[in-house]
């Protein structure tokens, strides 16, 4: 069974505080990819990043960060030094070649200025 | 590249009537999927065309149906509307098989 989650459903944090997202995945396929959105209250998804199953490196985008680790089945997701403009809901998904996906349930992130 | 444009963006209607939405791709995107979002159950999968073609299917009673036009413009149907309709409706199209954009969504209020 293909499953996503996230168990986090709310986090606070204060402007210029770092904060991660976590999200853990089941698959038994050894082919997948992994997504990041972030949906603001305007309500349209916004794609962040795309990870594939063979690809463990992790990466670095201005003040976010993703850890993709196979070993734990974790694909966590770091914003370094928080702004207000972060507060979002911030969905994990998995997807297979089929072009189906599975969302988590979402963080909802605050940021306190 | 235009994004994903969705029709209507709100909508209002009374339980048992049908609605039909309405989603038109970034331009050279085959596929078309449809997401219904409720705070209850999160992001839930609909349906999926490639090429007028249904690909895949959620877990949603016949009442949800969808199609897609050789344009690759796609519309979503829910007849007999019922209260638990209410929900935020997400179109994603894809130009490949592993990655989607989404639309800002069709808020749909069922009174």
């Known amino acids: 069974a293909q499953k996503v989650t996230q168990a986090q459903t709310e986090i606070s944090v204060v402007e210029k505080e770092d904060v991660t997202l976590d999200c853990v995945y089941e698959?038994?396929?050894?082919?997948?990819?992994l997504f990041w959105y972030k949906q603001p209250p305007s309500g349209e998804l916004v794609f962040l990043i795309r990870?594939?199953?063979?690809?463990?490196q992790n990466e670095i985008s201005g003040r976010y960060s993703w850890n993709f680790q196979k070993s734990t089945s974790s694909f966590n997701f770091t914003i370094t030094a928080s702004q207000v403009v972060d507060s979002a809901v911030y969905f994990c998904?998995?997807?297979?070649?089929?072009?189906?996906?599975?969302f988590g349930t979402g963080t909802s992130l605050t940021v306190i200025p | 590249k235009a994004g994903v444009t969705q029709t209507p963006r709100y909508l209002i209607k009374t339980r048992g009537q049908q609605v039909t939405l309405s989603c038109s791709p970034i331009?050279?995107?085959?596929?078309v999927s449809w997401y219904q979002q409720t705070p209850g159950q999160g992001l839930q999968f609909l349906f999926e065309?490639?090429?007028?073609?249904?690909?895949n299917k959620g877990n949603f009673p016949g009442r949800f149906s969808g199609r897609q036009f050789s344009n690759s413009r796609s519309e979503m149907n829910v007849s007999t509307l019922e209260l638990g309709d209410s929900a935020l409706y997400l179109c994603?199209?894809?130009?490949?098989?592993?990655?989607?954009?989404f639309g800002p969504g069709t808020r749909l209020t069922v009174t």
């Open positions: 998904a998995l997807s297979f070649t089929g072009n189906q996906f599975y």
């Open positions: 990870r594939n199953s063979f690809d463990e």
């Open positions: 065309y490639f090429s007028e073609t249904q690909r």
């Open positions: 994603a199209s894809s130009p490949r098989g592993y990655e989607q954009y």
């Open positions: 331009s050279g995107h085959r596929s």
């Open positions: 698959t038994r396929d050894t082919t997948y990819y």
